[in-house]
């Protein structure tokens, strides 16, 4: 199983350049997240999905968006980057269907896209 | 507000030795649940071990156990006989409500480092 699939796994952009974070998943997970994680630091959340269509921010959405339009891609915009977003993204998927019974499911994460903004 | 808090930025242990790893964490919700992610020096996030607040033992998974004292809203990672393979990041995280009512959010501590000495 491929699992959770993250492109490209580093890029440099320049200040001002956009690009979009690819994030496929192949274990039909409804729920779909973002994560930024800086040099020594932990896990901030930036966008989350909990079904295709359905998109929520999290700690950190400022110079970020997202769609989900099939449950199993969710990319991420970088419109206008910056210096700020140098960092490394995971994108993460879990289980179930239902909200009311998901907080037991571990998040399943990409191997990470390293971003460099110049 | 900060949900997550690890406070110990780094810990050494000896091989063959066990260590605990803090965590603490602020939620107003009954339900919830705790997870622990390990994250090597080749930077893929492993999830480790899981608790969920009604669950009445602690979690074990092999060398891996949680204490988890809820009346102190803690959730302390043990391992036991410490490897060289063990030395990595070490994450707690949270699930918690997100705005649809779903657990859905994960929130991540700042880490720890740990460094397993022969």
């Known amino acids: 199983n491929a699992g959770v699939t993250q492109t490209p796994k580093f890029r440099i952009l320049k200040i001002g350049q956009s690009m979009t974070l690819q994030c496929a998943q192949d274990m039909n997970h409804n729920y779909m997240y973002w994560y930024r994680q800086d040099p020594g630091m932990g896990l901030k959340l930036i966008y989350y999905s909990v079904g295709a269509g359905i998109t929520d921010k999290g700690e950190v959405p400022n110079g970020y968006n997202v769609s989900r339009s099939t449950t199993e891609d969710f990319p991420l915009r970088l419109e206008l980057a910056a210096p700020s977003q140098t960092s490394v993204y995971f994108c993460?998927?879990?289980?179930?269907?239902?909200?009311?019974?998901?907080?037991?499911?571990?998040?399943?994460f990409g191997n990470g896209t390293r971003l460099t903004v110049t | 507000a900060q949900k997550i808090t690890q406070t110990q930025p780094g810990m050494f242990v000896q091989e063959k030795e066990a260590v605990t790893l803090d965590c603490t964490y602020d939620t107003s919700d009954q339900s919830y649940g705790l997870f622990w992610y390990k994250q090597p020096s080749s930077g893929e996030m492993i999830f480790l071990i899981y608790q969920g607040s009604y669950d009445e033992q602690n979690a074990t998974e092999g060398r891996y156990s949680l204490n988890f004292q809820k009346a102190r809203k803690s959730a302390n990672l043990v391992i036991s006989a410490s490897q060289l393979g063990d030395s990595a990041m070490y994450f707690c995280?949270?699930?918690?409500?997100?705005?649809?009512?779903?657990?859905?959010?994960?929130?991540f501590g700042a880490g720890t480092r740990l460094a397993v000495h022969p």
């Open positions: 993460a998927s879990s289980y179930p269907d239902k909200a009311s019974s998901s907080y037991n499911s571990p998040l399943h």
């Open positions: 995280a949270m699930r918690e409500l997100g705005p649809s009512g779903g657990y859905n959010k994960l929130i």
